[in-house]
Structures are given as C-alpha cells and as structure tokens.
C-alpha cells in the first residue's frame, strides 16, 4: 500500500510540472495598438503634426520582430499623412511607437479617416478591437484667421431691393449692407470683409419685392465656406459659428 501511495504523489508531481511547463509556453500570442481611435486637427498654416502610437506584444523573445503596416484602408487623401510600413518589436522588449505625420496638404475642413494596421500574418494573432488604430483628421482654421468674415452677395437685375444683415446669440447686429444700385450693381458680387469675435451668428438676405433672386456666401479667413443660400421670396437664413 506504502509502494502505490508513493508512486501515484510521484505521479501526480510529474503530472503537476508537465502542466505548469505547458502553461508556462502559452504566453499571450498577439500585437495590438495602445488604442484604436484618435482625433487630430492641423492649424491651417501649421504644416503637419506628428502622432505617436503604442504597439504592444503578448510575449518578450530573444530576437528583433518585425510586423508590417498599411493603410489601404484609409479614406483621407494620401497627401494628408506618411506612415511607416512596419515597425519593429527589438529583442527583449514587448513595445515599440509608431509615429504618423499629419499634413495639412491634402487635408479639408472635414474630418477623414487614416487607417493604420497590421498586415495579415501567421506568425502572431493580432486583438480584434485593437488590431487597427483609426486617426480622424481635419484642418482647423486658427481664431484669429477666422474671425476675418468674408460676406459675397451676388444680385440678380434689381440690386436696389437686395439687403443683408449678421446678427449675433442676441439678435443685435453687428454687419449689413445694402440696397445696391440699379443697373451699375446688376447681376455682380458685392464682397465685404467684416472681423467677428467667437460666436454663433446669423446672416439674413432680404428682397424687398419677395420675388428672390441673390445669393449669399459666407466664408472665414481661411476660404472655408460657413453659410451660403439664394433667397427665393423676402428672406433667407444661415447660422455659422466662429
């Protein structure tokens, strides 16, 4: 009875190491971002901005790894970013950063999509909700540059009935113009520069006959349209904001 006691603890203790040992192999097999989404703006006149992103393994070896990167993916313009291809894991460690650039060629005042993520690979199984990381860009026009307002009417043949105004958050106004002479100002663009301070405004195109006909626009100092309509009877509306 001694004998078989013994040989079934020795049993189980070889049993217990195997198992430990075979545990010990199973170290996370992955690579992932530190995040997956990221929002970034570039001031017009900024140039670029650089964006630096975790990568992270499950496991340390004792070798350099390397893995590579696209962005087929990727919605913005291919002047609007550079991105490396791959990015190295060096022996030992289990991070490394990958740097974006970001330009403002080939970036709009709308937001687009880079998209950087691991190749497909049969040597690592990458995280399903952080295998790609997603940097929404866009241009952003600096305070100063866009409280310089452009306003752009373009009348029809009767300028004499078109007038605007730009009212502020509490109804006072704070720009207009108009009527306009018949016939020099005929079927022409009547272009005012006007300097607003951070808010939300409104801007009114009025036709005092209620038959319609003029345009407006209005645009920032950095050329990014804000407002525009055509009024069609008496009056027409637009908000933007500063």
């Known amino acids: 009875m001694k004998k078989i006691l013994k040989l079934f603890l020795i049993g189980c203790l070889v049993l217990s190491y195997g198992c430990r040992d075979e545990f010990d192999t199973q170290t996370p097999n992955y690579i992932a971002f530190g995040t997956n989404a990221i929002t970034e703006t570039v001031d017009v006149g900024e140039g670029s901005k650089t ?12 070798t350099d790894r390397t893995f590579n990167l696209t962005t087929e993916n990727s919605t913005a313009a ?45 040597d690592i199984d990458t995280l399903a909700d952080t295998a790609s990381v997603t940097i929404n860009a ?19 043949n009767w300028p004499d009935e078109t007038s605007w105004a730009v009212t502020d958050s509490s109804g006072a106004v704070v720009a207009s113009g108009g009527p306009y002479n018949n016939p020099a100002d005929d079927f022409t663009t ?21 038959d319609g006909g003029s345009t407006f626009r209005v645009l920032n100092g950095c ?20």
């Open 51 to 62: 964006i630096e992103v975790n990568v992270y393994t499950g496991n340390k070896v004792g």
């Open 78 to 122: 291919a002047a609007a970013y550079s991105a490396p291809s791959s990015v190295v894991i060096e022996a030992g460690t289990n991070s490394a950063t990958v740097s974006i650039t970001v330009n403002e060629a080939g970036l709009t005042f709308d937001f687009q999509e880079i998209v950087l993520e691991f190749s497909p690979t049969t």
């Open 138 to 156: 866009a241009l952003l026009c600096p305070l100063a540059t866009a409280s310089n307002v452009t306003i752009e009417i373009d009348t029809d």
């Open 190 to 210: 009547i272009v005012v520069n006007v300097t607003l301070g951070a808010g939300t405004y409104t801007m009114t195109l009025n036709d005092s006959y209620g």
């Open 223 to 242: 050329g990014q349209l804000l407002a525009t309509d055509s009024v069609t009877a008496s009056t027409v509306s637009g908000n933007f904001s500063i």
